[in-house]
Protein backbone atom coordinates (compact mmCIF):
# COMPACT_ATOMS: atom_id res chain seq x y z
CA UNK A 1 0.00 0.00 0.00
CA UNK A 2 1.41 3.32 -0.56
CA UNK A 3 2.87 5.75 1.83
CA UNK A 4 -0.16 8.31 0.99
CA UNK A 5 -2.88 6.03 0.88
CA UNK A 6 -1.67 4.48 4.31
CA UNK A 7 -1.66 7.39 6.19
CA UNK A 8 -5.19 8.53 4.43
CA UNK A 9 -6.55 5.29 5.83
CA UNK A 10 -5.08 5.70 9.54
CA UNK A 11 -6.14 9.16 9.67
CA UNK A 12 -10.07 7.99 8.84
CA UNK A 13 -9.89 4.68 11.46
CA UNK A 14 -8.61 6.86 14.06
CA UNK A 15 -11.46 9.75 13.19
CA UNK A 16 -13.58 7.01 13.53
CA UNK A 17 -12.26 5.71 16.68
CA UNK A 18 -12.12 8.58 18.02
CA UNK A 19 -16.15 9.70 17.27
CA UNK A 20 -18.32 9.22 20.06
CA UNK A 21 -22.13 9.23 19.58
CA UNK A 22 -24.32 12.04 21.55
CA UNK A 23 -26.56 10.49 24.19
CA UNK A 24 -30.20 11.83 24.31
CA UNK A 25 -31.51 12.12 27.32
CA UNK A 26 -33.93 13.95 29.93
CA UNK A 27 -32.70 16.74 31.53
CA UNK A 28 -34.41 17.80 34.73
CA UNK A 29 -34.69 21.58 35.76
CA UNK A 30 -34.81 22.46 38.80
CA UNK A 31 -32.83 19.70 39.50
CA UNK A 32 -34.00 16.77 41.74
CA UNK A 33 -37.42 17.37 41.47
CA UNK A 34 -38.72 15.11 38.68
CA UNK A 35 -40.86 17.95 37.00
CA UNK A 36 -40.16 19.75 33.85
CA UNK A 37 -37.39 18.35 30.79
CA UNK A 38 -36.36 18.20 27.77
CA UNK A 39 -34.36 16.67 25.80
CA UNK A 40 -31.38 17.06 24.69
CA UNK A 41 -28.08 15.59 23.24
CA UNK A 42 -25.24 14.83 25.62
CA UNK A 43 -21.48 14.40 23.84
CA UNK A 44 -19.56 11.75 26.26
CA UNK A 45 -16.23 12.88 27.62
CA UNK A 46 -13.72 10.61 25.75
CA UNK A 47 -10.98 10.78 28.86
CA UNK A 48 -10.78 12.03 32.19
CA UNK A 49 -7.53 14.29 33.14
CA UNK A 50 -6.69 12.01 35.88
CA UNK A 51 -7.83 8.50 37.39
CA UNK A 52 -10.73 9.57 39.61
CA UNK A 53 -11.45 6.97 42.61
CA UNK A 54 -15.38 6.21 41.81
CA UNK A 55 -17.34 3.60 44.60
CA UNK A 56 -20.53 3.12 43.12
CA UNK A 57 -22.90 0.71 45.59
CA UNK A 58 -26.08 -0.56 44.16
CA UNK A 59 -28.88 -3.01 46.00
CA UNK A 60 -28.09 -6.21 44.53
CA UNK A 61 -27.50 -7.96 40.79
CA UNK A 62 -29.88 -10.49 41.50
CA UNK A 63 -31.44 -9.82 38.42
CA UNK A 64 -30.01 -8.48 34.99
CA UNK A 65 -31.38 -5.02 35.75
CA UNK A 66 -28.63 -4.06 37.59
CA UNK A 67 -25.65 -5.96 35.93
CA UNK A 68 -26.47 -4.14 32.60
CA UNK A 69 -26.08 -0.83 34.88
CA UNK A 70 -22.81 -2.45 36.19
CA UNK A 71 -21.77 -2.81 32.57
CA UNK A 72 -22.14 0.32 31.18
CA UNK A 73 -20.50 1.75 34.07
CA UNK A 74 -17.51 -0.44 33.53
CA UNK A 75 -17.30 0.81 30.04
CA UNK A 76 -17.30 4.07 30.54
CA UNK A 77 -14.88 4.30 33.82
CA UNK A 78 -12.20 1.81 31.38
CA UNK A 79 -13.16 4.62 28.22
CA UNK A 80 -12.45 7.53 30.41
CA UNK A 81 -9.53 6.04 32.10
CA UNK A 82 -10.84 6.08 36.48
CA UNK A 83 -10.72 3.80 38.88
CA UNK A 84 -14.24 1.94 39.80
CA UNK A 85 -14.78 -0.01 42.87
CA UNK A 86 -18.33 -1.50 42.64
CA UNK A 87 -19.84 -3.17 45.94
CA UNK A 88 -23.89 -4.11 46.07
CA UNK A 89 -25.72 -4.99 49.40
CA UNK A 90 -27.14 -8.29 48.43
CA UNK A 91 -30.86 -7.58 48.87
CA UNK A 92 -33.41 -4.45 49.26
CA UNK A 93 -33.67 -5.06 53.22
CA UNK A 94 -29.43 -4.93 54.09
CA UNK A 95 -29.53 -1.80 54.92
CA UNK A 96 -27.16 -2.21 57.47
CA UNK A 97 -24.74 -3.93 54.97
CA UNK A 98 -24.80 -0.90 52.37
CA UNK A 99 -24.53 1.72 55.02
CA UNK A 100 -20.84 0.00 55.80
CA UNK A 101 -20.38 0.01 52.22
CA UNK A 102 -21.04 3.79 52.02
CA UNK A 103 -18.27 3.57 55.04
CA UNK A 104 -15.82 1.46 52.97
CA UNK A 105 -16.26 3.99 50.02
CA UNK A 106 -15.12 6.63 52.37
CA UNK A 107 -12.10 4.81 53.76
CA UNK A 108 -11.01 3.90 50.43
CA UNK A 109 -10.54 7.71 49.89
CA UNK A 110 -13.29 7.72 47.06
CA UNK A 111 -13.33 10.63 44.83
CA UNK A 112 -17.61 10.36 44.49
CA UNK A 113 -19.65 7.72 45.43
CA UNK A 114 -22.92 6.39 42.82
CA UNK A 115 -25.37 5.10 45.31
CA UNK A 116 -28.26 2.89 44.25
CA UNK A 117 -30.04 3.21 47.37
CA UNK A 118 -31.74 0.49 49.54
CA UNK A 119 -34.07 2.20 51.28
CA UNK A 120 -34.92 6.42 50.47
CA UNK A 121 -35.84 7.33 54.04
CA UNK A 122 -32.60 5.53 56.26
CA UNK A 123 -30.11 6.52 53.69
CA UNK A 124 -30.79 9.63 53.61
CA UNK A 125 -31.18 10.33 57.50
CA UNK A 126 -27.45 8.74 57.82
CA UNK A 127 -25.84 10.38 55.33
CA UNK A 128 -27.11 13.95 56.96
CA UNK A 129 -25.48 12.63 60.17
CA UNK A 130 -22.57 11.32 58.71
CA UNK A 131 -21.40 15.44 57.53
CA UNK A 132 -19.01 13.90 54.76
CA UNK A 133 -17.84 15.93 51.72
CA UNK A 134 -17.35 13.54 49.41
CA UNK A 135 -19.26 14.08 46.51
CA UNK A 136 -22.75 12.22 46.34
CA UNK A 137 -24.55 11.00 43.42
CA UNK A 138 -27.61 9.12 43.20
CA UNK A 139 -27.82 6.17 41.10
CA UNK A 140 -31.38 4.89 39.57
CA UNK A 141 -32.96 4.66 42.68
CA UNK A 142 -34.25 8.10 44.60
CA UNK A 143 -32.26 10.07 47.07
CA UNK A 144 -33.39 13.51 48.60
CA UNK A 145 -31.84 16.49 47.42
CA UNK A 146 -29.93 17.61 49.97
CA UNK A 147 -26.23 17.40 50.18
CA UNK A 148 -26.87 15.96 46.35
CA UNK A 149 -24.00 16.92 44.17
CA UNK A 150 -26.07 15.01 40.70
CA UNK A 151 -28.21 12.39 40.06
CA UNK A 152 -28.94 9.82 37.05
CA UNK A 153 -32.31 8.00 36.73
CA UNK A 154 -35.56 8.05 35.21
CA UNK A 155 -38.85 9.17 37.59
CA UNK A 156 -40.04 5.32 38.48
CA UNK A 157 -43.97 7.11 39.46
CA UNK A 158 -43.44 7.69 35.19
CA UNK A 159 -42.42 3.72 34.76
CA UNK A 160 -45.23 2.55 36.70
CA UNK A 161 -47.30 5.06 35.13
CA UNK A 162 -46.71 4.23 31.72
CA UNK A 163 -47.29 0.40 32.36
CA UNK A 164 -51.07 1.26 34.04
CA UNK A 165 -51.33 3.78 30.84
CA UNK A 166 -50.64 0.72 28.61
CA UNK A 167 -53.51 -1.29 30.19
CA UNK A 168 -56.22 1.67 30.31
CA UNK A 169 -55.84 2.13 26.72
CA UNK A 170 -56.16 -1.20 26.14
CA UNK A 171 -59.54 -1.06 28.39
CA UNK A 172 -60.90 1.71 28.94
CA UNK A 173 -63.95 2.62 30.53
CA UNK A 174 -67.48 1.40 29.80
CA UNK A 175 -65.44 -2.15 28.68
CA UNK A 176 -65.45 -5.09 29.88
CA UNK A 177 -63.95 -5.28 32.86
CA UNK A 178 -60.61 -7.44 33.38
CA UNK A 179 -58.63 -8.30 36.46
CA UNK A 180 -54.56 -8.41 37.03
CA UNK A 181 -52.36 -8.93 39.96
CA UNK A 182 -49.78 -6.76 40.98
CA UNK A 183 -46.33 -7.63 41.91
CA UNK A 184 -44.52 -4.22 42.64
CA UNK A 185 -41.22 -5.37 43.85
CA UNK A 186 -40.13 -4.70 47.73
CA UNK A 187 -42.61 -2.62 50.08
CA UNK A 188 -41.37 1.11 50.26
CA UNK A 189 -37.40 0.51 49.06
CA UNK A 190 -36.12 1.41 45.48
CA UNK A 191 -39.03 2.45 42.94
CA UNK A 192 -41.98 0.45 44.62
CA UNK A 193 -43.90 3.59 45.97
CA UNK A 194 -43.65 5.32 43.28
CA UNK A 195 -44.39 2.87 40.43
CA UNK A 196 -47.16 1.54 42.57
CA UNK A 197 -48.55 5.27 43.16
CA UNK A 198 -48.03 5.89 39.28
CA UNK A 199 -49.75 3.03 37.83
CA UNK A 200 -52.60 3.10 39.92
CA UNK A 201 -53.48 6.68 38.43
CA UNK A 202 -53.34 5.69 34.98
CA UNK A 203 -55.61 2.83 36.06
CA UNK A 204 -58.05 5.37 37.49
CA UNK A 205 -60.89 5.39 35.60
CA UNK A 206 -60.80 2.33 33.42
CA UNK A 207 -61.96 -1.09 33.58
CA UNK A 208 -58.74 -2.63 34.90
CA UNK A 209 -59.52 -4.07 38.53
CA UNK A 210 -56.78 -5.07 40.58
CA UNK A 211 -57.35 -7.84 42.26
CA UNK A 212 -54.13 -8.43 44.96
CA UNK A 213 -51.04 -6.87 45.47
CA UNK A 214 -48.04 -8.88 46.57
CA UNK A 215 -44.74 -7.27 47.70
CA UNK A 216 -41.21 -9.15 47.76
CA UNK A 217 -37.94 -8.42 47.49
CA UNK A 218 -36.27 -8.84 43.74
CA UNK A 219 -35.49 -12.34 44.42
CA UNK A 220 -36.50 -15.55 42.02
CA UNK A 221 -37.24 -17.92 44.61
CA UNK A 222 -39.51 -14.88 47.00
CA UNK A 223 -41.26 -13.85 43.38
CA UNK A 224 -42.11 -17.35 42.65
CA UNK A 225 -43.36 -18.35 45.66
CA UNK A 226 -45.81 -15.00 45.43
CA UNK A 227 -46.40 -15.54 42.20
CA UNK A 228 -47.70 -19.51 43.01
CA UNK A 229 -49.79 -18.14 46.12
CA UNK A 230 -51.69 -15.79 44.40
CA UNK A 231 -52.48 -18.09 40.98
CA UNK A 232 -53.73 -20.76 43.55
CA UNK A 233 -56.38 -17.89 44.95
CA UNK A 234 -57.13 -16.36 41.36
CA UNK A 235 -57.78 -18.86 38.83
CA UNK A 236 -59.14 -16.21 36.08
CA UNK A 237 -57.02 -13.54 36.50
CA UNK A 238 -56.52 -11.58 32.87
CA UNK A 239 -53.38 -9.92 33.75
CA UNK A 240 -50.19 -10.73 35.94
CA UNK A 241 -48.24 -7.38 36.47
CA UNK A 242 -44.78 -7.12 38.29
CA UNK A 243 -41.44 -6.85 38.28
CA UNK A 244 -38.90 -8.16 35.22
CA UNK A 245 -38.04 -11.09 38.06
CA UNK A 246 -41.87 -11.90 38.50
CA UNK A 247 -42.54 -11.54 34.57
CA UNK A 248 -39.63 -13.72 33.91
CA UNK A 249 -40.80 -16.71 36.53
CA UNK A 250 -43.98 -15.96 35.53
CA UNK A 251 -43.55 -17.55 31.97
CA UNK A 252 -42.36 -20.90 33.26
CA UNK A 253 -45.12 -21.09 36.25
CA UNK A 254 -47.51 -20.92 33.51
CA UNK A 255 -46.19 -22.71 31.01
CA UNK A 256 -45.97 -25.90 33.87
CA UNK A 257 -49.92 -24.93 35.05
CA UNK A 258 -51.09 -25.02 31.76
CA UNK A 259 -53.94 -23.08 32.28
CA UNK A 260 -57.13 -22.68 29.38
CA UNK A 261 -56.62 -19.39 29.85
CA UNK A 262 -53.39 -18.47 31.14
CA UNK A 263 -53.27 -14.28 31.91
CA UNK A 264 -51.15 -12.04 29.59
CA UNK A 265 -47.48 -10.64 31.56
CA UNK A 266 -46.18 -7.18 31.75
CA UNK A 267 -42.99 -6.08 33.28
CA UNK A 268 -43.18 -2.33 34.52
CA UNK A 269 -38.95 -2.93 33.88
CA UNK A 270 -36.88 -4.70 31.56
CA UNK A 271 -33.96 -7.52 31.89
CA UNK A 272 -32.90 -10.08 29.92
CA UNK A 273 -35.48 -12.94 30.61
CA UNK A 274 -38.22 -10.31 29.98
CA UNK A 275 -36.95 -9.23 26.74
CA UNK A 276 -36.32 -12.91 25.65
CA UNK A 277 -40.05 -13.31 26.35
CA UNK A 278 -41.23 -10.37 24.36
CA UNK A 279 -39.07 -12.07 21.45
CA UNK A 280 -41.34 -15.09 22.20
CA UNK A 281 -44.69 -13.64 22.33
CA UNK A 282 -44.45 -14.35 25.60
CA UNK A 283 -44.73 -11.03 27.20
CA UNK A 284 -47.06 -8.65 26.33
CA UNK A 285 -45.30 -5.44 27.26
CA UNK A 286 -42.19 -3.77 29.11
CA UNK A 287 -40.81 -0.51 30.35
CA UNK A 288 -37.27 0.17 29.62
CA UNK A 289 -35.17 3.09 31.33
CA UNK A 290 -32.61 2.06 29.12
CA UNK A 291 -30.10 0.53 32.09
CA UNK A 292 -26.92 0.69 30.47
CA UNK A 293 -26.58 4.25 29.21
CA UNK A 294 -27.83 4.98 32.79
CA UNK A 295 -24.26 3.11 34.11
CA UNK A 296 -22.64 5.06 31.16
CA UNK A 297 -24.30 8.75 32.32
CA UNK A 298 -23.27 7.95 36.03
CA UNK A 299 -19.83 7.80 35.42
CA UNK A 300 -19.87 10.55 32.63
CA UNK A 301 -21.39 13.14 34.95
CA UNK A 302 -19.17 12.43 38.00
CA UNK A 303 -16.11 12.63 36.12
CA UNK A 304 -17.48 16.47 34.74
CA UNK A 305 -17.78 17.13 38.74
CA UNK A 306 -14.64 16.21 39.46
CA UNK A 307 -13.24 18.06 37.03
CA UNK A 308 -15.25 21.50 36.99
CA UNK A 309 -16.68 20.82 34.01
CA UNK A 310 -20.19 22.21 32.81
CA UNK A 311 -22.50 19.60 33.69
CA UNK A 312 -26.22 18.87 33.97
CA UNK A 313 -27.13 17.41 37.94
CA UNK A 314 -30.04 15.64 37.11
CA UNK A 315 -30.47 13.51 33.75
CA UNK A 316 -31.88 10.10 32.87
CA UNK A 317 -32.42 8.28 29.59
CA UNK A 318 -35.95 8.43 28.17
CA UNK A 319 -38.12 5.43 29.11
CA UNK A 320 -39.16 3.41 26.20
CA UNK A 321 -41.70 0.79 25.48
CA UNK A 322 -41.45 -2.31 23.94
CA UNK A 323 -42.78 -5.10 22.67
CA UNK A 324 -43.32 -8.66 20.48
CA UNK A 325 -44.01 -6.22 17.78
CA UNK A 326 -41.30 -3.29 18.70
CA UNK A 327 -38.77 -4.71 20.30
CA UNK A 328 -36.51 -1.81 18.79
CA UNK A 329 -33.52 -3.41 19.04
CA UNK A 330 -31.20 -0.33 18.67
CA UNK A 331 -32.23 1.46 22.14
CA UNK A 332 -32.41 -2.44 23.41
CA UNK A 333 -28.64 -2.48 23.49
CA UNK A 334 -28.54 0.25 25.73
CA UNK A 335 -30.73 -1.66 27.98
CA UNK A 336 -29.15 -4.80 28.45
CA UNK A 337 -25.80 -5.80 28.44
CA UNK A 338 -24.13 -8.23 26.44
CA UNK A 339 -24.51 -12.23 26.52
CA UNK A 340 -21.28 -13.44 28.58
CA UNK A 341 -21.02 -10.02 30.62
CA UNK A 342 -20.45 -11.45 34.34
CA UNK A 343 -20.64 -8.96 37.13
CA UNK A 344 -17.30 -6.36 37.59
CA UNK A 345 -16.50 -4.80 40.79
CA UNK A 346 -12.96 -3.37 40.05
CA UNK A 347 -11.72 -0.89 37.32
CA UNK A 348 -8.68 -1.25 36.38
Same mark, same amino acid.
Given at each position: ??????????? /? /??????????WPVENRTPAFQFAESE????? =???????????????????????????? +??????????????????????????????????????????????????????????? *??????????????????? +??????????????????????????? =??????? =?????? +??????????????????????TSAHGDNDRNIQRTLL???????????? /??????????????????????? =???????????????????????? *??????????????????????????????????????? *?? *?????????????????????
Amino acid at each position: MARGLRTAVFI /L /LTAVTLTVSAWPVENRTPAFQFAESETIELT =PLALAKKPWRLCALYPHMKDSYWLSVNF +GMVQQARQLGVTLQVAEAGGYHQLERQWQQVRDCLDWQADAILLGTVSFQEINKRLKAL *NNSTPLFGLVNNLSAQGLS +GRVGVPWYQMGYRTGSFLAKRHPAGSP =PVTMAWF =PGPEQR +GGTPESEQGLRDALAGSSVKILTSAHGDNDRNIQRTLLQQVLDQYSDLDY /LVGSAVLADVAVNELRKRSLAKP =PEIISHYLSHGVYRGLKRGKILMA *NSDQMVLQGRLAVDQAVRSLEGLEFKPDIGPRIIQLSHE *NR *NLEQAAESLSPAGFTPTYQVP
